[in-house]
């Protein structure tokens, strides 16, 4: 589990493709006190540390989720979110993520807004109706708040802050980040479906 606070800007050190994707992850984490084992969210991706060394960490990666995140398309050098596993006693400061995602969104706009930037982004078809203003959704792993929705379009303020220490700094129109729904919102949803 995570909260959506990121706490490191990496990047794509390597990729390996021999079945599994192996990818290689620059990092400012001090990688002795991560276990092989541990899980990292990657872009809001929970994915497994599978090797390490001082400045760096290799996980690896399916097709399935290749072929269901942003991660298909990273290459060498590509900017990467990071967010360390949840222990117990850790301050809860966005919401409750699992990194497990549940579609691709676009960028559809981006345009100032005070000292910081108004983000519309287009949800998948199929997750729009989980997305709700003032709702929580997590966007390449940070945990924002909703401020409007019209259809599949909903809009994000992105404090300076945010865009100095995330990859949203260097999002433009038509760029895709990885999309999880509020857990709330998944099991509402299943609640007031009808079977």
């Known amino acids: 589990m995570f909260t959506g606070i990121v706490t490191d800007r990496g990047s794509v050190r390597r990729i390996e493709r021999h079945g599994e994707t192996r990818f290689e992850f620059n990092t400012s984490y001090d990688m002795q006190s991560v276990d092989t084992g541990a899980s990292i969210a990657c872009c809001g991706c929970c994915l497994t540390v599978i090797d390490k060394g001082p400045g760096w960490f290799a996980v690896q990666v399916s097709a399935e989720t290749l072929s269901k995140t942003t991660l298909g398309d990273w290459r060498e050098g590509s900017p990467v979110n990071f967010e360390r596993a949840l222990k117990v006693g850790d301050e809860l400061g966005g919401h409750i993520v699992s990194g497990h995602v549940d579609g691709v969104a676009e960028v559809a706009d981006i345009r100032p807004d005070g000292e910081s930037m108004r983000f519309t982004f287009r949800a998948p078809q199929s997750l729009k109706s989980f997305v709700a203003p003032k709702g929580s959704v997590a966007l390449d792993g940070v945990s924002l708040t909703i ?24 999002l433009t129109a038509g760029s895709k980040v990885n999309m999880e729904i509020d857990m709330l919102a998944r099991y509402v949803a299943r609640l007031l479906q009808k079977d």
């Open 147 to 170: 401020n409007e929705v019209d259809g599949a379009l909903f809009g994000i303020n992105v404090i300076p802050h945010t865009q100095a220490v995330t990859t949203f700094g260097s």
